[in-house]
């Protein structure tokens, strides 16, 4: 059974950092896509940051400059080290697993943290 653990989450002033990790087991990440998405109160959720297997990232413009999307394949973690936090930045953060076959793929999703900004 694959699990995506994620934890890190809390309570920071805007301009604060905190580091999420995502640690898997039942499953090998170093072939998935891996992927922080977030979910505010009333929006829908969005991909913050994303790593390929390769190493290729992505961050939605929002956060460009301020996160960092990393992982580390002996430990089966990847991380999303977020600096200069502003309160739009509150939200439920996702850690996603992605990997494709294709026509068809595999995904997990982590059971959520929680990330508050306070002004």
């Known amino acids: 059974q694959v699990q995506l653990v994620e934890s890190g989450g809390g309570l920071v002033q805007a301009g604060g950092s905190l580091r999420l990790s995502c640690a898997a087991s039942?499953?090998?990440?170093?072939?998935?896509?891996m992927g922080w998405y977030r979910q505010a109160p009333g929006k829908q959720r969005e991909l913050a940051a994303a790593?390929?297997?390769?190493?290729?990232?992505k961050y939605v413009d929002s956060v460009k400059g301020r996160f960092t999307i990393s992982r580390d394949n002996a430990k089966n973690t990847v991380y999303l080290q977020m600096n200069n936090l502003k309160p739009e930045d509150t939200a439920v953060y996702y850690c996603?697993?992605?990997?494709?076959?294709?026509?068809?793929?595999?995904?997990?999703w982590g059971q959520g943290t929680q990330v508050t900004v306070s002004s």
């Open positions: 996603n697993a992605k990997r494709d076959y294709g026509f068809s793929y595999t995904q997990y």
């Open positions: 039942g499953t090998i990440l170093s072939a998935f896509t």
């Open positions: 790593i390929t297997s390769g190493d290729s990232t």
